[in-house]
Nanobody, 124 residues
Framework: QVQLVESGGGLVQAGGSLRLSCAAS????????MGWFRQAPGKEREFVAA????????YYTDSVKGRFTISRDNAKNTVYLTMNSLRPEDTAVYYC?????????????????WGKGTQVTVSS
C-alpha cells in the first residue's frame, strides 16, 4: 500500500504562488506515474498535471499550462506542484494520486492511490 500526504495549501491573493508537496510512504514510487487533481465545490474532480516515474515527461490541463509545474524528487519519494499566477478559479481541494502502472493519464480512474487533499483558496 502507498500512503500519500499533501501539504502546502493555503490562502493566497490572485497573482500569487504556492508550492504543493505530496509525500509518499509505504513503498517507493520511483516507477509510479504521479498526478495532481483538483475539485472545486459542486464540481467534478479534474485532472491538473501528471509526471512520469523518471520525471522526464509531464502533462498539463490547458488551463494551467505555463503557470503550473509538476516535478518530483525520487530520492525523497515526493512530488511537487508549483503554482504561479494563481487565479480565483484555481480555488479547489488539490489531490495527489499515484498510478503503479506508470501511465500518466488524465482520468481519475487510472490512479490507484490518493491523498486526502489540501485546500487552495485564491482571493480576488
Amino acid at each position: 500500500q502507498v500512503q500519500l500526504v499533501e501539504s502546502g495549501g493555503g490562502l493566497v491573493q490572485a497573482g500569487g504562488s504556492l508550492r504543493l508537496s505530496c509525500a509518499a510512504s509505504g513503498r517507493t514510487v520511483t516507477t509510479y506515474a504521479m498526478g495532481w487533481f483538483r475539485q472545486a465545490p459542486g464540481k467534478e474532480r479534474e485532472f491538473v498535471a501528471a509526471i512520469t516515474g523518471t520525471g522526464r515527461n509531464s502533462y498539463y490541463t490547458d488551463s494551467v499550462k505555463g503557470r503550473f509545474t509538476i516535478s518530483r524528487d525520487n530520492a525523497k519519494n515526493t512530488v511537487y506542484l508549483t503554482m504561479n499566477s494563481l487565479r480565483p478559479e484555481d480555488t479547489a481541494v488539490y489531490y495527489c494520486a499515484a498510478d503503479p502502472r506508470g501511465n500518466t493519464g488524465s482520468s481519475r480512474y487510472e490512479y490507484d492511490y490518493w491523498g486526502k487533499g489540501t485546500q487552495v483558496t485564491v482571493s480576488s
